[in-house]
């Protein structure tokens, strides 16, 4: 007997990185750098925007054998969500992601908090629900004339040591002042990502701000 017709069918397959930490930032923020001094993984890293035109993942390996993976996409500008830059194609490599890192450049922003709250901003226009992942911020590039640099990260931990509920976005965990280029600073932050995936992390940030006491600041430390 013989078969029956066949169908002609179209099937578009998206292909999603899956990582369990997703590195978010402006262009140049030092992104790449940070996957390199974690990781085996080699972006490509240069002194000029949108160096990055691809994800690339790198696993991160602690000496008792557990350990992260983490992705690197290209960096987001403004509207990214309708399309401006590079970032907005790469972010659905973030979204099955356990948690974002937002990396700021305090050597050349004037309000980190800013691009903080804009970086957020375009996540959750992109995608409400990847905006809503713990998260950390990572003030990086804090070795480049270090008597303003810090001090920015400093009023950065601090405007989110005194926030409120009327924060405008999703609350970091932890601010991580380091220098990705040099590895200061990086072991902590590493620190403090295993814990939060495993479960064990404080969450200090994320606390009521009348719970969040003391003279703690932003300190880069090795």
């Known amino acids: 007997m013989p078969g029956l017709a066949g169908d002609d069918r179209f099937v578009e397959l998206e292909l999603k990185t899956i990582a369990d930490v997703g590195l978010v930032g402006m262009p140049n923020a030092g992104k790449s750098t940070l ?3 974690v990781s085996r993984a080699s972006p490509r890293i240069a002194p000029y925007p949108f160096t ?6 790198g696993h991160v390996e602690f000496v008792d054998g557990t350990g992260f993976t983490i992705a690197d996409v290209p960096g987001l500008v403004e509207n990214a ?4 830059g590079l970032g907005h194609e790469f972010l659905r490599h ?5 948690v974002l ?8 922003s004037s309000d980190p908090l800013g691009d903080l709250l804009s970086l957020q901003r375009e996540v959750a226009l992109f995608s409400p629900s990847m905006a809503e992942k713990p998260c950390g911020v990572v003030a990086n590039k804090c ?6 640099t810090l001090p920015r990260a400093d009023r950065l931990f601090g405007a989110l040591r005194h926030c409120d509920d009327s924060f405008g976005g999703n609350l970091p965990l932890f601010v991580r002042a380091l220098s990705a280029r040099f590895g200061v600073g990086v072991k902590g932050l590493l620190q403090e990502v295993h814990s939060l995936l495993h479960g064990k992390h404080q969450g200090w940030l994320a606390r009521p701000a009348r719970q969040r006491s003391g003279d703690d ?3 880069l430390r090795a």
Do not use: F, K, N
Request: hydrophobic content about 30%.
């Open 35 to 37: 996957l390199s001094s």
């Open 52 to 57: 990055t035109v691809a994800p690339y993942v």
């Open 101 to 108: 890192l937002y990396v700021i450049d305090c050597a050349r």
């Open 143 to 148: 070795d480049m004339e270090p008597h303003s």
């Open 94 to 98: 973030l979204e099955r992601t356990q």
């Open 217 to 219: 600041h932003c300190e």
């Open 81 to 84: 969500h309708q399309g401006e």
